[in-house]
C-alpha cells in the first residue's frame, strides 16, 4: 500500500513557476512508476507526465512538454513536477499518482492516488 500527499501548489502570475512535491509512504515506492494528472474545473482529469520507477524513463502530455519536468528521489519516497513559463490553461487540481498497469502511463488507471493540490495561475 502506498499513501501520496501533494504540496507547493498555489497562486501564481503567468510566467511564473512552481515546483510540486509528492511525499509517498510505503516501501514499494521505488518499484513503482509515478504520474501527475491534472482536472481543471468542468473538465475531466488529464495525464500531466509520469515518470518509470528509476527515472530513466519520463512522459509529457505535449501540452507541457518543454515547460514542466518531472523528477524523483527514491531515497525520499518523493516525486516531483517542476512547473515553468506557467499559463493561465495550467489552472487545475494537480493529482500525484503511483502505479499505472503496465504500458498504460497516460491513463488515470494508476492504483494510488493523492487528494491534489490547487494551482492557479493569473493572467
Known amino acids: 500500500q502506498v499513501q501520496l500527499v501533494e504540496s507547493g501548489g498555489g497562486l501564481v502570475q503567468a510566467g511564473g513557476s512552481l515546483r510540486l512535491s509528492c511525499a509517498a509512504s510505503?516501501?514499494?515506492?521505488?518499484?513503482?512508476?509515478m504520474g501527475w494528472f491534472r482536472q481543471a474545473p468542468g473538465k475531466e482529469r488529464e495525464f500531466v507526465s509520469a515518470?518509470?520507477?528509476?527515472?530513466?524513463?519520463?512522459y509529457y502530455a505535449d501540452s507541457v512538454k518543454g515547460r514542466f519536468t518531472i523528477s524523483r528521489d527514491n531515497a525520499k519516497n518523493t516525486v516531483y513536477l517542476e512547473m515553468n513559463s506557467l499559463k493561465p490553461e495550467d489552472t487545475a487540481v494537480y493529482y500525484c499518482?503511483?502505479?499505472?498497469?503496465?504500458?498504460?502511463?497516460?491513463?488515470?488507471?494508476?492504483?494510488?492516488w493523492g487528494q491534489g493540490t490547487q494551482v492557479t495561475v493569473s493572467s
Open positions: 499518482a503511483g502505479s499505472p498497469p503496465s504500458g498504460k502511463v497516460y491513463t488515470n488507471e494508476y492504483q494510488y
Open positions: 515518470i518509470t520507477w528509476s527515472g530513466a524513463i519520463t
Open positions: 510505503g516501501r514499494s515506492f521505488s518499484t513503482i512508476a
